[in-house]
């Protein structure tokens, strides 16, 4: 019989971290009724640094809430299609529940936390490393209400959202780069975008390799978070996105909003 700690250790951040390292260390599978499922979880928490180490691991540390915390976690990964029953063991009774492996999604978003939809929170202060002067309080707002829509399963809104957010921050770009280049935006954003491309082609060969290198096909790329559910004319169409597409598009986003920052401070270092 188990034997748990009265006092609780873990806040719900901290469950979810030992639950992300726990899959992480066992890519081939987890059974989360195994015998030393409590004693992963416990070592797991040390090694985080969340607990003090009792130099002896059949002295409980966790308590029972803590536990059903990371479990509560394990099905919400279960739920969007990030763990799936059935282990990667070849037993007759490792096929279903209570064995779990990572999906092919899975497999990606593990490789990819830094930038992990479903940890709103965290997402957002990655983010914000490096993009800070981009992203306004109020294109934080969309992106916030964009992943809260994509866990919520509602991918055309949480796709939407993203597009504002976008929008958002590629008008600040614009505004700021148009103090080093000249950009007409007299008219609608699709006819700015494609001046922004005009402006910026007798200068590609001064830029940095990292910058200069697919220029128009990563800006155009930005672009297209704008365009998902939108027309050239700027009316609003309507899509169907699967999970699978718009948590890609989700852990693309930032790796292009980055480049906008980069094109940007070139041009501020530069002055």
């Known amino acids: 019989m ?21 899959i992480k260390q066992n890519k081939s599978g987890i059974n989360i009724n195994s015998d030393n499922f409590y004693s992963t979880l416990q070592r797991t928490a040390i090694n985080l640094g969340y607990i003090e180490d009792p130099h002896s691991m059949h ?60 940890s709103s929170d965290i997402y957002l202060n990655k983010l ?29 809104g949480s796709v939407v959202l993203l597009g504002m957010c976008a929008e958002t921050i590629f ?34 060969k001064e830029l940095p390799s990292n910058i200069g290198q697919n220029l128009e096909l990563w800006l155009s790329e930005f672009f297209n978070y704008i365009r998902q559910t939108r027309n050239e004319f700027h009316q609003p169409i309507v899509n169907n996105f699967s999970h699978e597409e718009v948590n890609g598009i989700i852990l693309r986003f930032p790796t292009h909003l980055d480049k906008l920052t980069c094109l940007l401070s070139y041009f501020k270092n530069k002055k």
């Not at 009265?6 to 726990?22: G, T």
């Open 2 to 22: 188990m034997l748990y700690s009265k006092e609780d250790k873990l806040n719900d951040n901290q469950a979810k971290k030992i639950v992300k390292e726990l």
């Open 59 to 118: 002295t409980n540390i966790l308590s029972h809430d803590d536990e059903m915390k990371c479990i509560d976690e394990i099905w919400n990964y279960v739920l969007t299609g990030i763990l799936s029953p059935g282990g990667k063991k070849h037993y007759r009774d490792s096929k279903f529940f209570p064995h779990l492996h990572l999906t092919e999604l899975g497999k990606y978003l593990i490789e990819n936390q830094d930038y992990d939809p479903y």
């Open 128 to 156: 914000m490393e490096l993009n800070s002067d981009l992203v306004d309080d109020v294109a934080q707002t969309f992106l916030l209400e964009s992943l809260r829509s994509f866990k919520l399963n509602c991918y055309f």
């Open 171 to 204: 008008m600040h770009f614009i505004v700021d780069l148009k103090k080093f280049v000249k950009i007409d935006m007299s008219h609608t954003i699709s006819t700015t975008f494609k001046n922004l491309l005009e402006s910026l082609k007798p200068l590609k």
